[in-house]
């Protein structure tokens, strides 16, 4: 029966914040009780509000009460005291949560601030588990509305009114209480918090499908890349050893040719020598025996005149047989052989040269590039931009129209001024602005009969003058170009013809260029993008847009809105 007493009576003289017996318990106008440093720190914290409430009943004074001790409180606390000593040992007190990093605290303890597990939108404060407790005694026939702890209160209050932000308004995209509402937010558009957090949370629900998906397509790209790279790798080390094959055969040819040169001319070096030789032994032997006939002549020609019949029988014996003819030594060297070996160094140094700077050029339009595959005609229109037509480049039979956006071909002369940029006689017209970077554009074409018309991009080098067929576009190395008309379709470069199916092709066609990676598409444009053909080169000069003309066809340049 005591122990019922001394609980009940505790329950009387225990502060709503720190819970436990009133140290220097103040009583305030309201006429609940704290601690005096409880209700201090309290207040404190309220200062920013020049408004002081009780943390139970909520009813607010100004100025700030002043405190003073209730005697008669603070005597019956030191009997409870008493009492509970002589009573035996307390209960332990049931466990509790210290905040940590990222904890909400709770606002009504003192001293260790306990990690707050609800906060309370009427009462404005977070509460542990403790005094959460007490906070729905106090309130059990009001109940509050609690939400998971949180530490952002203050900026669910309207710092004007002071009231919990429960309307959006939509007009001033802002968050607003009930008497902002009434005031200055009066007949705008506003629901309530609830409803658009609901909108809000379907726009980030349909947005972060949308950046899903754009994350699964770059994704793809990157695998894409990740492939290309490989084999571009792979083509990499097969081309340098291909050309180290190719290589290692032209030296070893080179090599084999060095060494039959070498080998001609060791044997023509032997044949001539042993030739030389065998002149030199001949001539050696002739000279002996002249040599010795010589002798033979002298010899008789010192006889005695008394040994007469001697030298007769000697002139009998000696004859005489060998040229008188004088010798002229011919030495041919190979100064003509070196020369023409001269020659073929140069000549293989120019060829090798040459080729080495055309296996650069192609080499150089051999890249890994991940061409962006817009699915939609407002991610192209990103990049449109308004082109307008070179007037000076205007063949004389081609008609202008609606501002210089709208061309067809005229069966009479238009008497253009004369320029050089002008194309004289294919019915051609080139645009003023040049393409790089990524560039889109879309042309509304028309034809009445079974000509067509060509949707071109050229480099401004391409030739404006003559009657030849290189000069028309798509049939030289300097503009690509989609043939349409209402039964055939095919692409131009280079003077050769790429046959394209006629049925995806519309009225309206999307030019996009990405300059940089060499890309050139054209996109039949209707309620879908269509692509109808595309095209990946290096592009080394800015491009241009062109347009030929044919008998009873047009096309107008169109404006788009980004």
């Known amino acids: ?148 702890a949180t530490g952002r209160l203050r900026e669910m209050m309207c710092p004007r009114h002071d009231k919990l932000l429960e309307i959006y308004c939509r007009t001033d995209q802002r968050c607003i209480c009930m008497l902002c509402l009434v005031e200055e937010h009066k007949n705008h558009d506003a629901v309530s918090i609830a409803e658009a957090s609901k909108e809000k949370k379907r726009y980030f629900k349909e947005t972060q499908i949308k950046i899903q998906k754009i994350i699964q397509q770059k994704e793809k790209g990157v695998q894409k890349l990740r492939e290309a790279v490989v084999s571009y790798k792979r083509s990499a080390q097969t081309a ?27 044997d023509q070096e032997r044949a001539a020598v042993k030739q030389a030789e065998e002149q030199l032994e001949r001539l050696k032997k002739e000279i002996n025996d002249l040599k010795k006939k010589d002798a033979e002549l002298k010899q008789l020609s010192e006889t005695q005149d008394h040994d007469v019949v001697h030298v007769f029988q000697g002139l009998q014996s000696v004859s005489f047989s060998g040229s008188t003819d004088n010798f002229a030594v011919t030495n041919h060297s190979f100064d003509a052989v070196v020369k023409s070996v001269c020659e073929l160094r ?133 503009s690509w170009r989609l043939y349409c008309s209402p039964d055939y379709c095919s692409f131009w470069h280079k003077n050769m013809e790429t046959v394209l199916p006629v049925a995806n092709i519309s009225s309206r066609v999307g030019v996009y260029v990405d300059h940089s990676a060499g890309t050139l598409s054209f996109y039949s444009v209707s309620d879908t993008m269509s692509l109808i053909h595309r095209v990946q080169t290096a592009f080394t000069q800015p491009l241009y847009a062109l347009f030929g003309l044919y008998k009873d066809s047009s096309v107008k340049l169109c404006r788009l809105n980004h």
């Open 1 to 148: 029966m005591a122990e019922a007493s001394i609980s009940w009576a505790e329950d009387q003289f225990t502060c709503p914040v720190c819970l436990d017996l009133l140290k220097d318990p103040v009583t305030i106008p309201c006429g609940h009780s704290y601690c005096m440093r409880c209700i201090t720190d309290c207040w404190d914290q309220e200062d920013w509000k020049t408004l002081y409430s009780c943390p139970q009943c909520r009813k607010t004074f100004t100025p700030r009460p002043v405190l003073g001790k209730n005697v008669v409180f603070a005597e019956m606390v030191e009997k409870l005291k008493t009492m509970r000593l002589q009573s035996g040992p307390v209960p332990a007190a049931p466990a509790v949560h210290h905040t940590g990093s990222g904890d909400v605290q709770c606002d009504s303890c003192t001293g260790i601030k306990q990690k707050a597990v609800k906060s309370c939108l009427e009462c404005r404060s977070s509460y542990c588990q403790n005094h959460l407790e007490q906070h729905e005694n106090l309130f059990r026939g009001n109940r509050h509305n609690l939400m998971d």
């Open 240 to 266: 340098v050893e291909d050309s180290e094959r190719i290589f290692s055969e032209l030296i070893r040819s080179i090599e084999k040719r060095r060494s039959e040169a070498k080998q001609l001319f060791r």
């Open 346 to 478: 140069d000549a293989l140094q120019r060829l090798s040269r040459e080729t080495v700077e055309k296996l650069s050029a192609e080499v150089k339009i051999v890249q890994v590039v991940l061409t962006p595959d817009y699915q939609t005609r407002g991610e192209f229109l990103r990049y449109s931009r308004l082109l307008t037509v070179d007037l000076n480049s205007v063949n004389d039979f081609l008609r202008l129209s609606e501002g210089n956006t709208a061309m067809t071909l005229s069966n009479t002369h238009q008497y253009y001024p004369a320029h050089p940029d002008r194309f004289n006689n294919w019915s051609l017209a080139l645009c003023r602005e040049s393409v790089t970077g990524r560039c889109y554009w879309e042309v509304e074409w028309t034809s009445r009969g079974t000509s067509g018309v060509d949707l071109a991009v050229a480099y401004k080098s391409i030739k404006r003058k003559g009657i030849g067929v290189e000069i028309d576009a798509g049939r030289n190395d300097q």
